[in-house]
Each structure stands twice: as structure tokens, then as C-alpha cells.
């Protein structure tokens, strides 16, 4: 949607990324979160880093490439954006070294201890030793690098040593060097022997670092040493963003003429010798380039998601077990308990073992005809996946939508749909332009002379895994209407050239940005009829102009609105005249907020609404993405709660606003502290 822009109204999207990437940030060094918890926030810190600057970084710097006075669709310079960019990258990768240095030290102060390879006793050099010689040697393939050989083509987000060699020859000393890839699919972390009450842990690196002159005895070297290095590299597929549709027409046109994958970032050690890294900058054609970055001793810190936890109950989150929601638990058949009435799944506080559980069911019912789903993101060794494919051994119909698009799961999808194909069940990938983003499964019985639709609708994926720690909301109803217009939208899958009348859905891109708009134009009316009107968004995302300059709008005319945004947001709250009744607060705990609900006062006759789609340009006009209004009053109080615990919450909740400091939202003095999800959590076990 073109509209004329004006960018004192919003906040720069990328900033605003790096904003939510702060709040992260504040979680890894929150004194009140437990320690191995801090170091694993580290680490997805450094991992949304990582996808950063492949995705947003390389969109950028491919439109200043083709247009140097290029402009995001939101009216920003994108070569002032990319200077932004850096110098708030580089303040925020200072703080984060601040904050792994402390974190280290409080490791260490509760026994736990990093090593390096001048660290280790004798009893740890030689169980490392044993380590390397069962575990890693035969995964290493050394390349030799000189100026007459070509250089390997460097992978996206893979660990390598670059090794100097200090070899004796005729003549005297001379350098030799080689380039080793760290084998990403082995634990980065090593955990070696200790003393009682100790635990003490190693990188792979350092490992390997010990073994060094084992692997290059052939050249006897008088010294070897290694330094790491890692490329970003461009991943080529979200030109569909924040950029004019023309330029990114212009930059379509080249892709397929470029090399695949372009560099974006190159970090090395900060201590690699100068003559190393002028020949890395030779070899890697970097020149001076801005995109050379030097680093610490470790890159690729996104691997302390997954730090060990030594069995230090007091160091990680106390364990919440998944519930079970009470209109299932126990129940011979779930699929019975939907056709009596809708239930709205909240996980991961509701175990996804019941979206499982009713696929397996259908799967073995003699009743169920078919089974359509359409999947985004599976898991590695997919329950989903397990139980369609029973499915079609009992000969059920089973259709699968797939997205092949989905990002960074390009190759896993194509997996999946090979599997898929290979037990018999139809694949189809979605419509010609559109991503299918909707997250929806129908399950059609067929019980003597009845017909029984059974249909689930959410905001997150088919993903168990994920679902362990991402908030999100699933519906499961059997009500006519809301299956029948599920049953319409498989349908447009297969035959795109019919476009489906919804009245209960809202489904993107024919209608969301339309009925969102008419249902916030409404609240503006009721205000002016003296009923009042309020919003509530809880949204990932709040990007699109139009859709911000309404909500400006509806502020300016009297109407309360609260946002809860997790992730980037480009609207700025509180301005006079153009903002002051809007609120703006993100929520960054344990679980990733990922669920979107819509509400509206609606004059006293509230409407909710789940949803899969954010409120940005690519969600609203090029996706398929579908809105649930949830009518059901016992559902309508359950979404009312969770809005109400994250409204009042005063531990994990940031106010955002046009400095984007993301100062907490601290209560009124004496007033007890509230943790949205762990408020969530307890309510739904109260009700188990």
C-alpha cells in the first residue's frame, strides 16, 4: 500500500528490531532470573543477531546496491538506516560483552567454570585427548590456504579456523596456514572432569585448540595457533518487507545474476595476526569493506541456548509441567468432547500433546473420512507428521498444504513433503504469490447419516517443540459455520482461481486489513456517540503505516487503546495530538509471547479475535492468514484474563516509546509483583 510518509510519526523498523533484541538483552542480566537462564538469553541474543543481519542487513544493503536514495516503505534512507544500524549493533554487542563477562563470573562463583585449552589439569588434558581422538578427529578436514590456491566456499553461520603454522625450513622459519571447519553438528560444549562440587565445561574450539599439533604433525611445527572466523551471508528471501515493490522488483531482476548468498557480515578473532587476516581479506575479496567485523575469542554464541545445566535445579526455571485441559483430561475420545463444545488451547501452559492426541484419534476413528491440515514449521521427527501418516495407512484422505517458503525451513519442508508423498498422502504448495501462513487443520466424520466437521485454528505452528515455549492459541470447534468456511479455504488452496465469500473468518488478503479497519473506525463512532470505545492488540508485530495512522486516528478521536507488542513496533504512543490515549508496552519472559488477540469493545458487546496474522504490509496483503473471532463467553473470559495479566504486569513488562529505552513498568508502591505468564500459569493449574 503506497501511502505519503512522514518519519516523525514512526519508529524505524530496524531500530525497533534492535530494541527487541535489548529487551532480550535486560533478561540475560537480570539478577532475579536464574544463571544458566541468563546464559541461554545470551544466546538468543546472539542467534536473533545472526538472522538479523542475514535477512533485514542483506535486504538493506541489496536496495542501496540498486538505489543508492533508496527508501523503506515507512520514508527512511536506507543508507542512514545501515549507518543506524552499525552503531547501535556495536553498543549493543558491548553491552552484551559486559554482560557475559559478569554472567562468566557468577558462574564461577556458583562452581561452574568455563575453560580454555591453558586451563585444563593433566586429568582434564587427557580426557580431552581421549575426547578428541573418539569424538571430533575424523569430522576435521584441514585445507591448506595459500596465495596460489582457491579458497573453500565459505558456509552461512559456520565456525572455522583459520591456523598460522610456524614451520622450519632451509632457509629458516616460514608461515604456513590452513582453514578448518568446526563441525557444527557436535555439542559445542564439553563437559570435563572435576573436583567435588565443581563443574567445569569447555568450547569444542578449545578442544580442538588442545589438539592442534596433532593434527598438523606432519609439518612437525615449532607453533601452531587458531583463530575463528564466521560469515553471515545474504539469505536472499524477504524482499517482501519494508521496501517499495518497484526496487524490489529491480532487485528480483539480479538475484539469479549475483553469486548466491553474498557476504553481509565476516567476524574474526580480534587477535588474529595482521598477516592472517590480510590473507583472509585476499581470499574473501573483503578489501576494506565495512562488513569485516572483529570479534571475540568465540563466535556463534547462539550455541548457549543449549549450555549444559549440570543438574542445577537452582540454576534454571523451576520445571512447569505442561496441563492437561479439563474438558479433555481422561477422556476416551477428544474428537466427542469438540462436537459438544469449542475449547481454546493455551500453550505451552496447555500441553500441545492434545493437538497430538486428536490427530492420532482421527487418525485410527472409523468414522473420519479426511484430514486436511496446512503446515508451516514442523518439528525434527514430527508427532504431526507421525500421526498423518497413520492416518493414510488406515486409509483415511489425507491433504496437506505445505509452504516451502517458510523461513530458514525451506529444506525441511521439502523433507517433509517427500515423506508425506511417499505414504500416500495428497501435497499441495499453497497459492502462486501468496505464503500460506494460516495455521489450520479440518477433520471430516462421518457418523451414520450426520456429517461432523471438527476444525483447529491458531496463531502458532504445528510444532511441538516450538510449542514448549512459545505462547500461542489454538481453537478446536465443531461449530457448522466456522468448519464449513475452513472447508472453503482448502478448497481455494486447490483451485485458486475461486475466491471464497467468508463470514466468520478473516482471512488475509482478501479481507483483514479491511475488517480490522471498519471494527477500529467503529470504536471511533462509539466514542462519538458517548459509549466509549477501547482497543487491545497483543500483537508479535505493528509495522503497517495505514494501519499505525488509523490507530493514530481512532487515539485523536477519544478511544483507549492498549498495544502489547512482543517484536518490532514502528508506532510511537503517548505523542499529543497524534497519540496520547495509545499505550505501548512487550512483555520478554520465560515463553516467547507469540500469540496475536484482537479486541474491541464494540459498545458493550465485546469482540475477540485470535489470530495468525501481524499487523504488517506482507501479513495483511500478501499472505493467507486467518482471524478467529472467538464468540464463545467462557473463551472470551479465558482470552480476557490472559489480556488482563499481561496489562497488569509489572516484572517482565517494558514501556516502549519513542527513545525505545525499554524502561520496566514498575507497580505503585506496595503493590504486589505480577508475572504475566507465571500469573497465566497458575490460573490455568487452579482449573485443572
Partial sequence: MSLNVNTNRYLNRELSWLSFNHRVLQEASRSDNPLIERVRFLGIFSNNMDEFFRVRVANLQRAIAVDESAKTTLGFDVSS???????????????????????????????????????????????????????????LVPIMVDESRPFPDLKDGVLYFMVELTVERSKG???????????????????????????????????????????????????????????????EIDMDDDLSRSLMDKMAEGVDQRKTGDFVRIIYDREMPENMLSLLRRKLDAGDSKNILSGSRYHNRKDLMRFPGFGREDLVFPRQEPLHHPRLEGKSSLLQQ???????????????????????????????????????????HSKVINALINAAHNGKRVHAIIELAARFDERQNIKVSNLLQEAGITVGFGVSGLKVHSKLFLITRQEGNVNQRIAY?????????????????????????????????????????????????????????????????????????????????????????????LLYAASNAGVKIDVIVRGICCLIPGVPGMSENIKLRSIVGRYLEHARVVYFENGGEAKYYISSADWMTRNLDRRVEVSVPIHDPLLQSQL??????????????????????????????????????????????ADE
Fill in 81 to 139: 538506516t545501515l549507518s543506524d544500524v552499525s552503531s547501535r549493533v556495536l553498543e549493543l554487542q558491548g553491552m552484551y560483552n559486559e554482560t557475559y563477562q559478569s554472567v562468566e563470573s557468577e558462574l564461577s562463583d556458583a562452581r561452574i567454570s568455563i575453560l580454555n585449552e591453558l586451563e585444563f589439569s593433566e586429568e582434564q588434558t587427557a580426557f580431552v585427548l581421549n575426547y578428541f581422538k573418539n569424538q571430533i578427529r575424523s569430522h
Fill in 338 to 380: 469438540v462436537l459438544k463444545q469449542p475449547i481454546l488451547l493455551h500453550f505451552p501452559y496447555h500441553t500441545f500433546g492434545h493437538v497430538v492426541d486428536v490427530l492420532r484419534e482421527a487418525a485410527i476413528d472409523p468414522c473420519v473420512e479426511s484430514i486436511q491440515i496446512n503446515l508451516y514449521r514442523v518439528a525434527p
Fill in 640 to 685: 480476557a484474563h490472559c489480556l488482563e495479566d499481561q496489562l497488569k504486569d509489572n516484572v517482565r513488562a517494558r514501556s516502549l516509546d519513542a527513545g525505545m529505552k525499554n524502561a520496566f513498568i514498575k507497580g505503585r508502591k506496595n503493590q504486589p509483583l505480577r508475572d504475566s505468564q507465571s500469573e497465566t500459569y497458575r490460573r490455568y493449574a
Fill in 457 to 549: 485454528l491458531g496463531t502458532g505452528n504445528f510444532h511441538e517443540k516450538a510449542a514448549e515455549v512459545f505462547s500461542d492459541f489454538g481453537l478446536l470447534t465443531s461449530e457448522p459455520a466456522m468448519a464449513q468456511e475452513v472447508a472453503q479455504l482448502f478448497s481455494f488452496f486447490s483451485h485458486n482461481y475461486e475466491r471464497p465469500q467468508f463470514k466468520q473468518l478473516v482471512v488475509s488478503p482478501f479481507a483483514t486489513r479491511k475488517k480490522f479497519s471498519q471494527l477500529v473506525r467503529q470504536e471511533m463512532r462509539n466514542v462519538e456517540a458517548g459509549i466509549g470505545g477501547r482497543i487491545i492488540l497483543k500483537l508479535n508485530n505493528l509495522v503497517d503505516a495505514a494501519m499505525i495512522e
Fill in 173 to 235: 622459519f616460514e608461515l604456513e596456514y590452513a582453514l578448518m571447519q568446526i563441525p557444527p553438528h557436535l555439542p559445542r560444549f564439553v563437559i570435563l572432569p572435576s573436583e567435588q562440587g565443581e563443574r567445569n565445561v569447555a568450547f569444542i574450539d578449545d578442544v580442538i585448540r588442545c589438539n592442534l599439533s596433532r593434527i598438523f604433525r606432519l609439518f612437525q611445527p615449532e607453533s601452531v595457533v587458531a583463530h575463528t572466523i564466521k560469515v553471515t551471508r545474504d539469505a
